[in-house]
T-cell receptor, first 113, second 116 residues
Framework: SQKIEQNSEALNIQEGKTATLTCNYTNYSPAYLQWYRQDPGRGPVFLLL?????KEKRKERLKVTFDTTLKQSLFHITASQPADSATYLCALVLMEYGNKLVFGAGTILRVKS | GAGVSQSPSNKVTEKGKDVELRCDPISGHTALYWYRQSLGQGLEFLIYFQGNSAPDKSGLPSDRFSAERTGGSVSTLTIQRTQQEDSAVYLCASSPGLAGGGDTQYFGPGTRLTVL
């Protein structure tokens, strides 16, 4: 069956450290993968997109990797801050279905000062 | 311009009643999506509109759920004969409808539906 799995437990880290969130998928072949941030009571906000032929993508303190062999994406936040505390969702882009997004359940990140 | 807006922000209804949820997408966005998010869960795809194409209704959980998009803009999600398991946050998103996988979605704040 098709699955997208993100860390089910919350990730608690100390301010200044690097947070690493994992997204694993099975029985999908996405050409693209996106990461979103969701704060309580709000809709998700787009952060980064990475293509299947890109190994790594960076944006300020954010870095995303995409390994289509392992079927895994890693999302890193360097020099983390309490304001980075939120739920982070990965989403696979299924172009064969008109760019439909399939979301993981998300990982809660808590950065403590 | 303004982002995606949804109304109402909260809706409490009794089991068996019908509800309508509204989404105003970003002007010019050709694609519109509805998702459902239960507490602590990921986003569950419901329906997808793209331009004048037939909508992708593959995510609608039952025939009690339907959606329309009038004039390629505003969309209404209707749930008939609501059940308690319909309680969730209903999120709407729109996107420019770009070809390829680089089309990113812009989400509204959601409507929290509570069925008593």
């Amino acid at each position: 069956s098709q699955k997208i799995e993100q860390n089910s437990e919350a990730l608690n880290i100390q301010e200044g450290k690097t947070a690493t969130l994992t997204c694993n998928y099975t029985n999908y072949s996405p050409a693209y993968l996106q990461w979103y941030r969701q704060d309580p009571g709000r809709g998700p906000v787009f952060l980064l997109l990475i293509r299947e032929n890109e190994k790594e993508k960076r944006k300020e303190r954010l870095k995303v990797t995409f390994d289509t062999t392992l079927k895994q994406s890693l999302f890193h936040i360097t020099a983390s801050q309490p304001a980075d505390s939120a739920t982070y969702l990965c989403a696979l882009v299924l172009m064969e279905y008109g760019n439909k997004l399939v979301f993981g359940a998300g990982t809660i990140l808590r950065v403590k000062s | 311009g303004a982002g995606v807006s949804q109304s109402p922000s909260n809706k409490v209804t009794e089991k068996g009643k019908d509800v309508e949820l509204r989404c105003d997408p970003i002007s010019g966005h050709t694609a519109l999506y509805w998702y459902r998010q239960s507490l602590g869960q990921g986003l569950e795809f419901l329906i997808y509109f793209q331009g004048n194409s037939a909508p992708d209704k593959s995510g609608l959980p039952s025939d009690r759920f339907s959606a329309e998009r009038t004039g390629g803009s505003v969309s209404t999600l209707t749930i008939q004969r609501t059940q308690q398991e319909d309680s969730a946050v209903y999120l709407c998103a729109s996107s420019p409808g770009l070809a390829g996988g680089g089309d990113t979605q812009y989400f509204g704040p959601g409507t929290r539906l509570t069925v008593l």
